[in-house]
């Protein structure tokens, strides 16, 4: 099946030299040429994947990833031309599952969205079998992709949920940062590890007693992280 990526993007000739090539890969895509027109669409129609500019007229880049994140889990990849520490992290904090940076290579891109959508649960690929994985309080149902407390739902994005499977599975064992990348972003990212740091600070908001003092997602300095007991 085709999927729905909506491309948000004011640079005319981008968005549509983009939206063609990715036709070529098969997805089906609709382009929006501003923050307002981006959230327009998704007010009234259905998407499995957002591609964002940072750098938009009107509503930028990282109040629409906001709203959007207020709203669900719709998987968000930004796509920005400026690689800086600061523009990254800014659109990862702002709720984003992943980045790309100009100029974009549409095969490459393609692989990314495929390897979001499948944490996201939309690509037909199930986790470990439907099986419950118990981490200190949390009960993490592969099944159906959600996390309870106390038979309350914690409510986490595709990608923040894979990782917390990929702790929870090692069972206390240390998985390393390098690991963590590769299993839930399908790539090393040439030894960028500012998703995983920025994905583990939002994990931790969501499901520790005190993100301040983690007890559940432990650090284990120079090697990597484990799973609290």
Known sequence: M?????????DERVRQTLGFALGDEGFAVTGAASGEDALDLLSTGRFDVVLLDLVLPGVNGLDVCRTLRARGDLPIIIVTAR??????????EAGADDYV?????????????????RRAGRGGEALRGGEVLRCGDLDIRTDTGTVHRDGVRIHLTGTEFRLLVELAGAAGRIVTREQLVRRVWASDYFGDTRLLDVHIRRLRRKVERDPDDPALIVTVRGAGYRIGT
């Open 2 to 10: 085709d999927f729905s990526v909506l491309l948000v993007e004011d």
């Open 83 to 92: 690689a800086d520490a600061a523009d990254v992290i800014a659109g990862l």
């Open 101 to 117: 940076t100009k100029p974009l290579v549409a095969g490459v891109l393609a692989a990314r969205i495929r390897a979001l959508l």
